[in-house]
């Protein structure tokens, strides 16, 4: 929604801004222009990217223009997942969640918490640490290094599709250029035509320039900088459970392994102590 509200603030402003100077915005509609600067970004796009990269690129963007799913709520749904396996383990041993982590679908415990449970990247990251936990054969140091070998390789994943819109993004100004030369080429072999004619031609050459720039920063860049932002989001769904399991790897208590994990969300989301115990005991009421 944010998206689509900053796009309308930057339409109203440049369009708006020209019209009430005295500009005439029917000279600004130039469809040629666009399509040699949307048709060689695009081509550009396919060039300079694998199929992989493609695709991430166009899953992301539909997503930017949705709000952050990574709220409080999700947090708290999240910890108090955690603090139920963890109970489960602590009373019933490691072996009594085997069934939990195989099919966390068909899990009690899981299903208790729909909004963690639709994301199956948290979950399998989850369940595959719990898993090496239920073996028995690794110990803290070594997990917490595979972790954090894995949420790097999920970060440069996701940094994918924001370098590829901000490559676009930085493309889109020089394919206004050229179509900006294709204009005044136009413009120089029309040369012979009277004065008022020529100036539209110079007009609408003009229109590339300006509108390889407006796309660049009023419409691509910012996409590439929302997609850093989202990565960075949900980057601390990782790092909370990575630093809830190790804590209890440790032998904290599952009350203050979650305590752990909460520490490390950032502050605009993160719940507060009281607002955490409250949720856990809901959870656990139901």
Request: with cysteine; charged share 20%.
């Amino acid at each position: 929604m944010l998206v689509i509200i900053g796009y309308i603030v930057v339409v109203a402003s440049v369009f708006g801004g020209f019209a009430l100077s005295g500009g005439h915005l029917a000279s600004l509609f130039q469809p040629l222009e666009l399509l040699m600067i949307g048709g060689a970004a695009a081509g550009a796009f396919f060039v300079g990217n694998n199929g992989k990269s493609i695709k991430a690129t166009l899953g992301a963007i539909p997503g930017l223009f949705k709000g952050s799913r990574y709220t409080k709520d999700l947090y708290m749904e999240l910890m108090s997942l955690l603090f139920d396996v963890l109970s489960k383990v602590r009373k019933e041993g490691l072996m009594s969640i085997e069934g939990d982590i195989d099919k966390p679908e068909d899990s009690p415990l899981f299903s208790k918490y729909p909004s963690v449970l639709e994301d199956h990247h948290i979950i399998e990251f989850m369940t595959d640490y719990l898993r090496l936990m239920v073996s028995g054969n690794m110990d803290a140091f070594q997990i917490e290094n595979l972790m954090d070998n894995e949420i790097d390789t999920h970060h440069q994943e996701g940094h994918v599709p924001a370098h590829c819109i901000a490559k676009l993004g930085d493309g889109l100004p020089a394919f206004g250029i050229v179509a900006a030369v294709m204009g005044v080429v136009h413009t120089m072999e029309s040369v012979g035509i009277p004065p008022s004619e020529l100036g539209i031609l110079i007009a609408k050459a003009l229109v590339g320039t300006f509108l390889g720039i407006l796309l660049a920063y009023g419409f691509v860049g910012p996409l590439a900088s929302l997609l850093e932002q989202k990565l960075e989001e949900s980057t601390k769904m990782y790092q909370c459970v990575k630093v809830t399991l190790l804590a209890s790897l440790n032998g904290y208590a599952p009350a203050l392994a979650v305590e752990f994990g909460r520490k490390v969300l950032y502050s605009t989301e993160r719940p507060s102590f009281s607002e955490l115990e409250e949720h856990i005991k809901k959870s656990k009421s139901k």
